[in-house]
């Protein structure tokens, strides 16, 4: 037992890891899909910190204590306090964490539905997922390169059994290549939620309605079913490390709690898609409208994530996110990127925008007058109580989207303590710890955004320091033995260091590990080969006109042009992680052999 085992590559998976590797441990990092990063990588709004250096140089008055009010106001009933208390406590020095150890910008601090203050960072360009995602990814893999020893990443790696001792979690068996293979150590399940489980064994399907205060505020679909609504999540949100962790005796917790946030982006070309990209909740945090079909506000748009959702099962669509210059101003990266998905679109003048969505112009006209007289009196019928960048005029421009519910995030998962180990009926699974996601009971009956991001690192952090500290007690029990052993005879005795054992005899009879202690040779495991660029010398490329490439426009042979480079990515196609957001140099770093070419300028 020589080094711990994370299973998931998103953000709480990296920051458990980076976290053991602080900690003076070594890890091997495991991950199903050909990518790291998970759905981290496609959060949009930011994350959650109270107290923050970045908070207190804008002269933002909050603190851990004010978070954790909002967010037990959010959580409702289902409230875990001793886990939330870890979440809010702990947000200020995880956001400053990011900051300083990976150098990433979150200058920039919005406030989202349901935060008393602006609390939620993020940076000037990008989606702050993707950047902060994206730094962990690389340094552990930098890491990794660097010393094998210490740090080890293998993808595609399907874990699918948790091995045990007894009561123990002692390791995983996982595929690579159609090969099975076993890891001895600690576990860290990091494998995300189950808002995109259709699967045979469904966890959706198991726990399909939606949380009893949605059903409520439903007078027309009484009995919502979360199977037929599309999903924000990868297909790889199956549940994973829940169903393995059930297999073992792990309690579950809130299983019920699966959250469908209102403003998935409706592709006019694909409006039926099971799978849609979110719009960010930051866009209503800058100042954007939810209207109806008719060009009418409905909700206070800055409410809790099921409040709003339970206003448009009320009201009639299709619903549209609406932003004036000056909020699409504030936001206008994820604007222009939005649009240019074909997800958005700006117009010049209220005018444009009823002649193009059919919303009545008088009616837009009635809905921004009487918006502006209630940002300036600060009395809603709705409820709201912050405007941001008003007012609204008609001949201002607009960036406007159609938006629906979408199953965003499950509330659900394994119960674990304010330490990150997995609960079962009995107390903690020795060797088990979880966070991210598919921890349940962080968040209650409903998350507030920016809150995702921030429990992904949170916990994560507290799983990596919780499951060192198991690890280097387990190396104490030997040494111990191996003492009092070495006043009685000579035995043999196997020593694991950075993956590789050594047997020595010395003095003592009967010597044995610690219960529990397994070592094993990592000799024999897979390794990530060298990319196919690395190993030849670069090739002139071949130049291609859109023309060519139009032609290549099958699952069977299809080509595509990223940053003037034309790939052919017919055998990446079943590795591509859709709706991901990664940086322009992806291509090079992890899959150089689609370039086939350069666009023809």
Not at 74 to 94: D, H, N
Not at 219 to 235: F, Q, R
Not at 430 to 451: K, T
Not at 549 to 572: I, P, R, S
Request: net charge neutral; glycine share 10%; hydrophobic share 40%.
């Amino acid at each position: 037992m020589s080094r711990i085992i994370v299973v998931g590559g998103g953000l709480a998976g990296l920051s458990a890891a980076h976290t053991v590797l602080e900690r003076g441990g070594s890890v091997l990092l495991l991950d199903k899909n050909a990518f790291l990063g998970g759905n981290s990588t496609k959060a949009t709004s930011g994350i959650n910190g109270a107290g923050t250096a970045t908070q207190i140089k804008l002269g933002i008055p909050d603190n851990s204590q004010i978070f954790y009010e909002d967010s037990a106001k959010s959580a409702r009933a289902e409230i875990v306090p001793a886990l939330t208390k870890v979440l809010t406590y702990q947000s200020g020095s995880a956001v400053e964490w990011i900051q300083d150890k990976f150098k990433v910008d979150l200058s920039l601090v919005s406030r989202l539905g349901g935060h008393s203050h602006p609390r939620t960072h993020r940076g000037t360009e990008q989606f702050p997922g993707m950047t902060i995602t994206y730094a962990l990814m690389e340094t552990f893999e930098d890491t990794a390169k660097a010393t094998p020893a210490l740090a080890q990443v293998i993808k595609k790696a399907n874990v699918v059994k948790l091995l045990t001792e007894g009561s123990k979690v002692v390791g995983v068996e996982y595929v690579k290549d159609g090969k099975p293979f076993k890891e001895m150590g600690p576990v860290i399940l990091a494998t995300g939620g189950y808002a995109a489980d259709f699967t045979n064994t469904s966890l959706l399907k198991k726990y399909r309605q939606v949380s009893n205060l949605l059903v409520t505020l439903s007078p027309i679909l009484s009995d919502p079913e979360l199977w037929d609504l599309p999903t924000t999540n990868g297909d790889h949100c199956t549940g994973d490390g829940i169903k393995m962790t059930l297999a073992v005796g792990g309690n579950t917790i809130h299983m019920d709690k699966v959250q469908v946030h209102p403003t998935g982006l409706v592709d006019p070309k694909e409006p039926d898609a099971k799978v849609k990209f979110l719009a960010a909740e930051a866009l209503r945090g800058v100042g954007g409208l939810l209207l109806d079909a008719n060009g009418n506000r409905f909700a206070d748009e800055l409410g809790h994530r099921d409040y709003v959702t339970g206003q448009m099962w009320k009201n009639k669509g299709p619903f549209r996110l609406v932003l004036n210059g000056k909020a699409g101003k504030e936001i206008e990266w994820h604007c222009k990127h939005y649009m240019g998905r074909g997800l958005m679109k700006h117009y010049k003048g209220a005018a444009a925008v009823s002649q193009d969505t059919g919303m009545p112009l008088k009616n837009l006209e009635s809905t921004f007058s009487t918006y502006n007289n209630i940002a300036k009196t600060k009395n809603d019928p709705f409820g709201k109580k912050f405007f941001h960048n008003t007012p609204f005029v008609m001949d201002d421009e607009y960036w406007v989207a159609v938006v629906c519910p979408v199953l965003h995030f499950t509330m659900g998962g394994v119960q674990i303590d304010d330490q990150s180990k997995v609960l079962s009926p009995s107390g903690p699974i020795s060797g088990l710890f979880a966070c991210g996601e598919m921890a349940g009971g962080v968040h209650g009956a409903n998350r507030l955004g920016g809150s995702s991001l921030l429990g992904c690192v949170v916990y994560g952090r507290v799983a990596g320091a919780t499951a060192a500290a198991y690890l280097m007690n387990q190396f104490s029990a030997e040494r111990r033995l191996g003492a009092v052993a070495g006043h009685l005879a000579a035995a043999p005795v196997t020593v694991t260091v950075g993956g590789v054992t050594v047997s020595v005899t010395q003095g003592g009879a009967s010597a044995c590990p610690a219960s529990g202690a397994t070592t094993s040779s990592h000799d024999s495991h897979p390794t990530e080969s060298a990319s196919p660029a690395s190993a030849s010398a670069p090739t002139k490329l071949k130049e291609y006109d859109l023309a060519e490439v139009a032609k290549h426009n099958k699952d069977t042979d299809c080509w595509v042009v990223v940053n003037g480079q034309v790939l052919d990515a017919t055998n990446f196609l079943a590795d591509h992680p859709v709706n991901m957001m990664h940086k322009p140099e992806v291509v090079e770093k992890y899959a150089p052999e689609t370039v086939i070419g350069t666009l023809k300028k």
